[in-house]
């Protein structure tokens, strides 16, 4: 009885694995990219290059800039107003994508 449910359970898992497999997000590329970055265009300004008081992301690298997300998201910096909103609302592969493309890791 052991056997057969052990048996059973791992069948489960390569079935649930190849699944999973089959439907992995790609990487986002670099259109995919720029959509999802456009929206960071309404208060950093064309292309992230800053707009008043708003500081510019374009040619942060992407490392920075990740890191800077991860924290909005976390809601550890003291002071936010609406990026901890914002940063919440994207995957990790997203908030790379966005940091590659301020980067200029696609060009």
């Known amino acids: 009885m052991k056997r057969w449910i052990a048996g059973v359970a791992a069948a ?17 590329g670099p259109q995919e990219a720029a959509v999802l970055a456009a929206a960071c265009f309404n208060c950093h300004g064309p292309e992230g290059v800053g707009q008043g008081p708003i500081p510019a992301i374009a040619g942060m690298p992407a490392e920075q800039l990740v890191a800077m997300l991860n924290a909005f998201k976390a809601n550890e910096v003291p002071g936010a107003t609406i990026m901890g909103r914002l940063a919440r609302g994207y995957d990790d592969a997203e908030i790379a994508a966005i940091a590659a493309y301020f980067a200029g890791d696609f060009e």
Do not use: S
């Open 12 to 28: 489960v898992c390569v079935g649930v694995g190849a699944v999973w497999a089959q439907n992995a997000p790609e990487a986002i």
